[in-house]
């Protein structure tokens, strides 16, 4: 009776910190606090020297559940980003998580063999412990702020965040390793042992991935089971991935990344699930890490971690990044923000567990520093993501919005999805005029009517529009259905400006459009004229393969600006490309097909 006893009684502290984590989320919004370092707080007041007086110093569960939670938090980052995104910041991305890793761990050692009075190998640990950024909490907060950055600035810190543990991780694992063997420096093996890693984690990923997609297609499960499959098949390709000695978090991530960008069976309700899944590996991880602490013991390492935790936010970090990025073209701005979000977070105290797993002396060492760093990181860092993306010019001007899309899944169809949008007041499918030719509306619901696609014509406010388009194609089709007002859509502040006195033809060959050969001829003013019945107006759209071309400014009826926006999976080119003869062919004078009518007769 008293084991079942106090089986209930841990329920119940268990689900009571739950609740009370959820509820802390109101409170962290009010006053801009990192919700992570909420729930690590809430472990801490739980802990054995707060109030809670639970005493919890099990770090094998501590690091089984850290994996697990890891593993998930991972599997859906990948699962979130789409490839587009890694054209043009792939290699910039790979060079920060390795070599920046590396750099940062060596800056940190030096300073920790300083203020720790440890030998060299054991203040190289202390370095590896807290040098990668945390996938986790880069992915969190960011979306927790409604951020919405520069296209390459997001896309570098995401890939980095996603890619840099594995080295962190086997750096620690090797090092706690030439300790424990009473080694004094890493040789050859290491090497080859961190490239074994890497190779089977993509490898064991990428099959893994694939796999699971053909798996969800192939079989016709129940409603609500396409997202355990996902989950469970997530931790078993990261189980396989270690136990082959390969990285298990490059593998769980490469198979999110697989998955989410292929078409697949009920994607949606997968994703929305993980949705949740994330929140709740979140919570349970910072929560037991919050409890795995005691304050007292933090204390007295205070003076050295302290700075330590400013050495590497001032400098580590910014000295890694600069020497990684400088050869790829950004600027000053952007890589001091990528500087700034260097977040530490659970994986490094997950890693501060190894050294006491493994029987290293003075392991306490390596865990107190590192919750510090963790502490340090969160107060300054995470409360400041937001203002410092202001501060720095890399977030776009308009906040993230999203569009209230609903998906209902077609049995055995995987080249169209069916989704449906509320037409909210602002939604820019109102000023558009048109929708894309890839797109089909099958129904719309209008005051409670069922209409055809013929009979209710345009959507109109407060509908309810059913369309069929091709899943790689539906996020672009959100745009139209974000709520807004009248400032102008967020993908124009990454649209190509045209004058109006452009030739379709010159467009056409630039970024190899399809254009009908009568239409060549034309100017953007001329086609907008003749698609809008002589009166264009701001917002219209005109789309030509796979671009769009849309009107910003118009002036006595005829277009004068348009902006030329490109398909997310189409953007393979970039300003650079306008030099030279393209410039002198774009920017010289004009003639309309008016003039040119003219002057013939």
């Not at 798996?215 to 016709?220: G, I, P, V």
């Not at 909210?424 to 000023?431: D, F, K, T, W």
């Not at 388009?469 to 045209?498: K, N, S, Y």
Request: proline share 5%.
């Amino acid at each position: 009776m008293e084991t079942i006893t106090l089986t209930n009684i841990f329920l119940l502290a268990g689900a009571a910190l739950m609740v009370v984590g959820v509820f802390s989320s109101l409170i962290a919004s009010r006053f801009g606090a990192p919700l992570l370092l909420v729930f690590l707080v809430i472990g801490m007041l739980a802990g054995e020297d707060g109030p809670g007086q639970i005493h919890f110093s099990d770090y094998r569960a501590t690091y089984l559940v850290g994996s697990a939670a890891l593993a998930i938090i991972l599997f859906d980052g990948g699962l979130r980003t789409r490839l587009s995104s890694f054209r043009g910041t792939l290699a910039p991305a790979v060079l920060l998580s390795t070599a920046g890793v590396l750099v940062t761990a060596g800056l940190v050692g030096i300073v920790a063999y300083f203020l720790l009075g440890l030998p060299p190998l054991e203040a190289l640990l202390v370095g590896s412990v807290v040098a990668s950024t945390d996938a986790a909490a880069v992915f969190f907060l960011l979306k927790a702020g409604g951020l919405q950055l520069r296209k390459r600035v997001g896309a570098v810190l995401e890939i980095e965040s996603a890619t840099n543990d594995p080295v962190a991780i086997f750096l620690s694992v090797v090092l706690v390793g030439l300790i424990a063997a009473g080694e004094h420096y890493p040789g050859w093996d290491s090497l080859r042992a961190l490239a074994q890693q890497a190779v089977l984690g993509a490898a064991v990923g990428v099959a893994g991935g694939l796999g699971l997609a053909a798996l969800l297609n192939r079989f016709d499960l129940p409603s609500g089971l396409h997202p355990l499959l996902a989950i469970g098949a997530a931790i078993v390709i990261f189980g396989l991935a270690a136990v082959a000695d390969g990285s298990g978090f490059l593998a769980v991530y490469l198979a999110g990344l697989v998955l989410g960008n292929r078409p697949v069976r009920a994607i949606a309700s997968i994703v929305s699930f993980h949705d949740a899944a994330t929140w709740l590996c979140q919570l349970v991880m910072f929560v037991m890490l919050g409890l795995l602490v005691t304050p007292s013991k933090v204390i007295e390492y205070a003076p050295p971690a302290l700075g330590i935790a400013v050495f590497l936010i001032v400098v580590g970090r910014p000295v890694a990044v600069w020497l990684c990025l400088s050869p790829f073209g950004f600027k000053p701005e952007e890589k001091a923000y990528v500087s700034w979000v260097g977040l530490r977070g659970a994986v490094s105290i997950f890693l501060a567990t190894i050294p006491t797993l493994a029987g290293v002396p003075s392991a306490e060492v390596y865990f107190n520093v590192a919750f510090t760093v963790v502490l340090v990181s969160l107060i300054v860092q995470g409360w400041s993501l937001t203002y410092a993306a202001r501060r720095f010019g890399v977030a776009l001007p308009e906040p993230l919005r999203e569009a209230r899309r609903f998906e209902i899944d077609l049995p055995g169809q995987l080249d169209y999805e069916l989704v449906a949008y509320p037409v909210a007041s602002g939604s820019p499918v109102l000023s558009h005029g048109t929708l894309p030719n890839w797109a089909r509306m099958l129904i719309v619901v209008r005051d409670g009517a069922i209409l055809s696609a013929e009979q209710a014509g345009l959507p109109q406010n407060g509908d309810y529009a059913y369309l069929l388009a091709p899943p790689e194609r539906v996020r672009r089709l959100d745009r139209l259905f974000v709520a807004g007002d009248e400032r102008p859509d967020v993908e124009l502040a990454t649209a190509f400006p045209f004058r109006g006195e452009i030739v379709l033809g010159a467009i056409s060959d630039l970024y190899g459009l399809p254009v009908e050969p009568h239409e060549r001829d034309l100017t953007i003013a001329d086609l907008f004229a003749e698609r809008f019945d002589e009166r264009p107006s701001i917002g219209n759209r005109v789309h030509i393969g796979a671009a769009t071309l849309v009107v910003r400014a118009v002036e006595d009826e005829r277009v004068t600006l348009a902006g030329l926006v490109l398909d997310d999976e189409d953007e393979t080119r970039d300003k650079s490309i306008l030099t030279g003869a393209a410039i002198a062919r774009l920017l010289g004078p004009r003639r309309t097909a008016r003039e040119r009518a003219r002057r013939r007769g």
